[in-house]
């Protein structure tokens, strides 16, 4: 069956999620720090009357943080009871698969291994489908 | 018990509605199997409930109900109409009973045996005649009370906590906009209106933590019968209030945290006996209300656990560095048992004598905002304490801010706000000490620790004190305070959980998120923690810094008639003016009445010529006197060189104090003299401290007030109840005393007999229950 899935760009690639993970797309504006907290924690946003952890997704890869936070792109996703934002570069669009997704058969680079579950296919392009609950998980989770 | 018993009948009566169809399909179709088990299952679930109770005709009905469908289950028999007929007056009976026993009222019928005897197969004379009787009764009194459910709870308790946000922002858009009176008004009855909503959610939300105490003594009486081992619980505390999901959060980890006491902690009886420990093991769980947050303790006394194998294992799972290694703390050792991969590690648990999962429960305990610390002696058990907030959900809080960030702190953790400028702060080593009133406790700089940059300047800076539940008082620096607040708190994510510092996040009134600091959690980072080999060390260093010179603050004063005489701070409650119309002297004394309240009055002969009198006023904690004076001089910290007077007197003796000599009064003797003997006073039992030494004022000394005593100097001539002594102050002071109690500075008990270690809270508070037994009952009743 066809997957539903959110076309984003995260590191200068361009990247799938399942659609049916994400809550929302929002505009974060302001992010308060969370001092201590795990590294790619940016912080914490407020989304109505919710307190969202705003993952940082280049972090979450193990690669460099994004650095200043302005107004950008999020995805929302609901995780274990609490509510995430990830940020990304950009947020592209919703688009059905062609296919199901397709297992790893290429190395993919570091950061990404961890957090990819396979490739999938949408007009004639493919796409790193990713693990949204991996890249909230963070770096740490793969030493453990 | 009650509780229980109203579980079981909502719970019976709900199943018995349930049944109701069911028990027409089997009337029709005595054949269907899939109908026959469940009203099996129905009475085998009132026997078995019964079974709690005292209730020996719910459980002889269903007991032969269970019997007779059990055969037919069976293939035994089969299920004729007589046999139906039968099962259903049972089951009519059971509903009657419950009935009854909701009500208090009789049941129409007292004989069961027809009924049993129609089960057992015999000619059926009686009919399903009960059955009318039934609905009738229930459509009375079924109203009472009704189930809902938790999700139900949750809906309306988010609906509530986000009514207090909206709530929160009209108030700060209030403030903003021009004053209009009957908007103000209005605001005001819906402010109230939300509060007693939230109260009463709240409160539905509460369950009395009994209910997950009461499956412990069936759950230890049956893993000690397996294990060979015996086990005597002692479980205190089960009335205090908790909220529901809180239990339910908490059941698991407590669970294991028993079993994992009496797998691994007790010993069998033989290796108990040999190491001269009674045969049975005792199990001990507590729980109890500190400020917002529930202390669960769970307290046995097995084998212990073992830090240094725990560290070995740990080096052989290459998690540790022999150098880390070496830097662990007693209490940083033992900690090591929550880590994953350490206590999964199969050997562990042979050695170190606490089983699997320990990490589990850390984990669980965290994610709902608490907190679980291991204490261990070897040999003489393990102590846990779980802290959990008392709901995940509205906490009264300060705001605060670190640089430009706003946090915010439970307003139960916190004691005081001072200033910079109203404290000695000094730096010991990197640590630095505040003075806050003679007491001495460490200093956190808040934006430090976590990495902010501060804003303003140091001596701007606020400093909160703070009390963590079950931990010690440290003061934090923080750059602003903000606002009391009611917050409406989430547990934050792992991620953010991880860092150790929070309790949970929150949303201001503009809708930004805050964090919730965790007082204990600073404390921990901090390092002046509840590992207390560290505290012990910071105040070892507070100690031998200032050994050289101990100082005193004291307040110099000129009195009437013009000397320079010096209190200590300590004791002074305020200086206030009083009218001289207020000095009378009578019944031999001269008094001066404040308020509504009589006070005697020392420093002067007479009442003053003068219009007006400034007075000290000082305590004891208890009661208090005040001393007429001429004008404050100064507040001063200095080392006290004591010229003693030549007799005891209202002035102790001489001091230099900037190349001036200065009275000090002698405040005992002013208390003896002139202090007000209320009932009060004299059914309190005294305990004399040995002077001037820190660690006894600011730590000891709370501890032995709140067990009801009053504390006195140990110095010559006085009479205690009890005294404590430390090693240092080894045969000090001719004080008599009815017990002496021994401190020691080390866990470990040196030669020279019996001693105390002097965090060992336990034994210290029973010590001193011991010098005053009335006492404690009602130190008991407060705490």
């Known amino acids: 069956m ?3 899935l959110l076309i984003a760009r995260l590191a200068g690639r361009r990247i799938a999620f399942p659609a049916s993970m994400v809550e929302a797309v929002v505009e974060l504006e302001g992010v308060t720090p969370a001092p201590c907290a795990a590294p790619h924690v940016a912080g914490l946003a407020a989304l109505r009357s919710r307190v969202l952890t705003v993952i940082d997704g280049l972090a979450a890869l193990g690669l460099e943080r ?10 929302v996703i609901p995780c274990d009871g609490h509510t995430y934002a990830l940020i990304v570069e950009e947020v592209e669009d919703v688009i059905e698969a062609d296919a199901p997704a397709t297992r790893l058969s290429a190395p993919v680079g570091a950061g990404w291994a961890r957090v990819a579950t396979g490739t999938v296919e949408v007009d004639a392009e493919i796409f790193l489908l990713v693990d949204p609950y991996a890249l909230i998980a963070g770096p740490a989770a793969n030493a453990a | 018990m009650d509780e229980l018993l109203n579980d079981f009948i909502a719970e019976t009566r709900d199943m018995a509605q349930a049944l109701s169809g069911a028990i027409v399909a089997w009337e029709a179709a005595p054949q269907d199997r899939e109908r026959l088990d469940e009203i099996f299952r129905f009475v085998h679930t009132v026997k078995g409930n019964c079974g709690f109770f005292d209730l020996p005709r719910l459980e002889q009905l269903s007991h032969a109900a269970e019997g007779a469908l059990a055969d037919v289950r069976a293939g035994k028999r089969t299920a004729d109409r007589a046999l139906v007929d039968a099962v259903l007056a049972v089951i009519d009976r059971i509903g009657e009973l419950v009935q009854a026993l909701e009500t208090g009222e009789a049941t129409a019928s007292e004989d069961d045996e027809p009924l049993i005897a129609a089960l057992s197969g015999a000619p059926v004379a009686l009919a399903i005649a009960d059955a009318g009787a039934a609905p009738e009764a229930e459509a009375k009194k079924s109203i009472r009370s009704i189930r809902l459910s938790v999700d139900l709870l949750d809906r309306m308790m988010s609906a509530v906590s986000d009514a207090v946000l909206a709530r929160n922002e009209l108030a700060r858009r209030l403030r903003d906009a021009p004053r209009d009176i009957a908007v103000e008004a209005a605001f005001e009855r819906v402010s109230t209106c939300i509060a007693e909503i939230r109260d009463g959610i709240t409160r539905t939300r ?17 893993l000690a019968a397996d294990l060979g081992k015996q086990v005597r619980l002692d479980v205190d505390g089960g009335d205090v209030e908790l909220d529901r999901e809180m239990i339910e959060m908490i059941r698991d980890p407590l669970t294991h945290i028993v079993r994992n006491a009496i797998d691994h902690g007790i010993e069998d009886p033989e290796t108990r006996m040999a190491a001269g420990k009674k045969a049975a093991g005792t199990l001990k769980v507590s729980a109890r209300q500190t400020g917002n947050q529930i202390l669960i303790e769970v307290t046995d006394d097995g084998r212990g656990i073992d830090g240094e194998a725990l560290v070995r294992s740990a080096r052989a799972a290459g998690l540790l560095s022999a150098e880390q290694a070496e830097k662990l703390t007693p209490a940083q050792k033992l900690a090591l048992v929550f880590t994953p991969s350490l206590s999964t590690a199969e050997r562990v648990t042979a050695i170190s004598g606490r089983g699997v999962g320990m990490d589990v429960v850390r984990a669980n305990i965290e994610r709902i905002g608490g907190v679980i610390d291991i204490d261990s002696r070897p040999s003489q058990g393990v102590k846990l304490c779980i802290r959990v907030p008392l709901t995940l959900t509205i906490i009264p809080a300060l705001t605060i801010s670190a640089g430009s960030q706003v946090f915010a702190l439970p307003r139960s ?45 140091d001596a701007d800076q606020r400093i909160v004190l703070l009390k963590p539940a079950g931990g010690e008082a440290y003061a934090l620096a923080v750059d602003a305070v903000h606002d009391h607040e009611e917050l409406v708190v989430k547990p934050a994510a792992p991620a953010v959980m991880a860092a150790g510092l929070y309790a949970g996040t929150t949303l201001a009134d503009d809708g930004s998120p805050i964090l919730l600091l965790d007082p204990s959690g600073i404390a921990k980072r901090a390092g002046i923690s509840f590992t207390e080999s560290e505290l012990h060390q910071a105040f070892r260093g507070a100690e031998e810094e200032t050994e050289a010179e101990r100082e005193t603050s004291l307040l110099l004063f000129r009195t009437l008639a013009g000397g320079r005489r010096a209190v200590p701070v300590m004791i002074v409650e305020r200086i206030e003016d009083v009218p001289a119309e207020a000095i009378r002297f009578g019944a031999g004394k001269l008094r001066v009445a404040i308020g509504d309240r009589i006070l005697p009055l020392a420093g002067c002969d007479a009442a003053p010529a003068e219009d007006k009198l400034r007075i000290l006023r000082l305590t004891d904690g208890r009661t208090e006197l005040a001393y007429g004076f001429a004008e404050v001089i100064d507040i001063r910290s200095v080392p006290i060189e004591l010229h003693p007077a030549p007799a005891p007197g209202e002035v102790a003796g001489v001091t230099l104090i900037d190349g001036a000599q200065v009275e000090l009064l002698d405040p005992h003797w002013l208390f003896a003299a002139h202090g007000d003997s209320g ?33 006195v100097a140990a110095r010559e001539g006085v009479a205690a109840d009890i005294l404590i002594l430390t090693e240092e102050s080894e045969g000090a002071g001719p004080v008599q005393a009815g017990q002496v109690v021994r401190l020691r500075s080390h866990p470990e008990e040196g030669e020279g007999g019996a001693s105390i270690y002097r965090y060992d809270r336990a034994a210290l508070i029973g010590a001193l229950s011991r010098g005053a037994p009335k006492r404690k009952a009602k130190g008991k009743a407060n705490g």
Do not use: H
């Open chain 1, 2 to 4: 066809a997957e539903l």
């Open chain 1, 66 to 75: 994004a650095g200043e936070m302005q107004a950008r792109d999020a995805i």
């Open chain 2, 206 to 222: 509460m369950q009395r933590i009994d209910s997950l105490f009461s499956g412990l003594p069936r759950m230890v009486r049956d």
């Open chain 2, 413 to 457: 953790a916190i004691d005081e706000i001072l200033r910079v400028g109203a404290i000695r702060i000094d730096s010991v080593g990197a640590a630095e000490i505040a003075t806050v009133r003679g007491r001495r406790v460490p200093l956190v700089g808040l934006a430090t620790l976590l990495g902010i940059n501060a804003v303003v300047a």
């Open chain 2, 679 to 711: 009932q009060e006073e004299k059914a309190q039992p005294i305990c004399a401290l040995p002077e001037g030494d820190p660690w006894m004022e600011a730590m000891l000394r709370p501890l032995v007030e709140s067990l009801g005593y009053r504390v």
